[in-house]
């Protein structure tokens, strides 16, 4: 099995930002563990006279320094100085929210999670990119364009993405399942014929257990929120009862491995790599861990492979999207200039081949078009189908909300109906800014 040849850093792709992800709320999923940077943010120093500067994770730190310095050797009097922020989602937020509430103005473009574009919109602390719509549609992932905009208005446009794939082992599964259902019941097999767990994941009451649910959810149909963000549509049909169900009744009859409900993404890997589950779900780092890379031992290295997750009818795959949109403060001097990189950032392909290269997912759909490796085109087909979870002004509350009311009711301590009633009202509150 191939790791995307030329794209053989998955594993230090995001660096730690999954690290803080299994920490904060607010971490942008899909980014696997790895060594925080220090402090509280510093330049990169690439300009001695910028004319704008980047406000960027810590994470993937050469990623985006060869990002910068791709646009200051074509921009020569045009210069971009990178700051990057520190290692954890919580404590960027809070770094641009400081910049903007004090009026100081010291960033120009914001390098957002997924999940902010909503809250940031709402404060008018970003500008509307909506003239830029139409150089990005047909060319940005479609999911990535939802993170961008609040309101079906653009206020971001897509940098970096990630999506998850299903882990299965081939010495013991001949086809990857379809639907939830078909992966219970050959996981459920194999598992009691070599004595170990059906599938482990992200269960521990986190955001992971969050993604975890709104990727069953929407692959039963559902859909939080009506067209237009204005009402929750989170319990219109059944979706929300069908995930929830399958989850509870799973875990009443062993499917989910001992220990689900306190594991995050490197338990789950862990445990995969040591040949103790079937099925994992997991982000696309785990990837050269699991193939024994860099002095790994690996007990499944040679018997696995990975596939689209399953839905509840069989047909598509459905994936949180995880990634970085660029959006401009309202407070930068340099509006143009610095629209003017938030497309260039997006669309120019030599600038997103910067990160296939480094194998931090791009959001230009052609940068996945005749690749030469088929996990890779997977990727491609599996962020295409990708959701973005809103990016509403109270997306923190609503995932708190899925946390203590779902997490308890996945482990029999809360009625279920009650349980989906309580999200309900929460993502009707996200709707507005407190």
């Given amino acids: 099995m191939s790791v995307f040849p030329h794209r053989r850093r998955l594993l230090r792709a995001s660096g730690a930002a999954l690290a803080a992800l299994a920490l904060t709320l607010t971490a942008a999923c899909g980014e696997p563990p790895g060594q925080e940077p220090e402090g509280e943010g510093e330049s990169a120093g690439l300009a001695d006279d910028p004319q704008f500067v980047?406000?960027?994770?810590?994470?993937?730190r050469q990623i985006?320094?060869?990002?910068?310095?791709?646009?200051n050797e074509n921009n020569p009097d045009r210069q971009v100085e990178v700051f990057f922020l520190a290692p954890t989602a919580d404590e960027q937020r809070q770094a641009m929210f400081q910049d903007l509430q004090s009026q100081a103005g010291e960033f120009d473009v914001l390098g957002l999670d997924v999940i902010w574009t909503g809250e940031f919109a709402e404060f008018g602390y970003i500008e509307s990119l909506e003239d830029m719509r139409g150089e990005i549609e047909g060319v940005s992932l479609p999911g990535a364009i939802d993170s961008s905009q609040w309101q079906q208005e653009l206020y971001a446009l897509p940098y970096s993405s990630n999506g998850a794939f299903l882990y299965y082992r081939t010495d013991l599964i001949d086809e990857p399942p379809t639907t939830w259902e078909?992966?219970?019941?050959t996981g459920m097999e194999a598992a009691e014929e070599e004595g170990i767990a059906p599938f482990v994941g992200q269960g521990d009451q986190y955001e992971g257990f969050v993604v975890s649910y709104l990727e069953m959810f929407w692959s039963a149909g559902g859909e939080l929120f009506d067209e237009g963000q204005e009402a929750s549509t989170f319990l219109e049909g059944d979706a929300a009862t069908t995930a929830l169900d399958f989850m509870i009744e799973s875990r009443e009859n062993g499917f989910y491995a001992e220990g689900y409900d306190s594991m995050v993404e490197d338990d789950a890997r862990a445990l995969f790599q040591a040949g103790e589950a079937v099925y994992m779900r997991n982000w696309p780092y785990a990837i050269p861990l699991l193939e024994g890379e860099d002095g790994e031992e690996s007990a499944v290295a040679g018997e696995f492979a990975v596939a689209p997750l399953p839905t509840f009818t069989g047909e598509g795959t459905t994936s949180a999207l995880g990634g970085l949109n660029n959006a401009v403060s309202s407070l930068s001097d340099n509006k143009e200039l610095a629209s003017e990189f938030v497309l260039w950032a997006a669309t120019a392909p030599e600038a997103q081949a910067i990160l296939a290269d480094h194998s931090l997912p791009p959001?230009?759909?052609?940068?996945?078009?005749?690749?030469?490796?088929?996990?890779?085109?997977m990727l491609g087909d599996i962020l295409a189908e990708a959701q973005a979870r809103p990016p509403v002004p109270g997306y923190n509350s609503l995932s708190l909300a899925v946390q203590d009311s779902l997490h308890p009711a996945f482990l029999g301590q809360q009625d279920a109906a009650t349980a989906l009633q309580a999200v309900d009202d929460a993502a009707n509150d996200a709707l507005a800014q407190d």
């Fill in 182 to 185: 078909e992966l219970y019941e």
């Fill in 64 to 71: 985006h320094e060869d990002v910068a310095r791709l646009w």
């Fill in 54 to 60: 980047w406000a960027v994770t810590g994470a993937d």
């Fill in 363 to 377: 959001t230009m759909l052609s940068t996945y078009e005749d690749a030469d490796d088929p996990d890779f085109e």
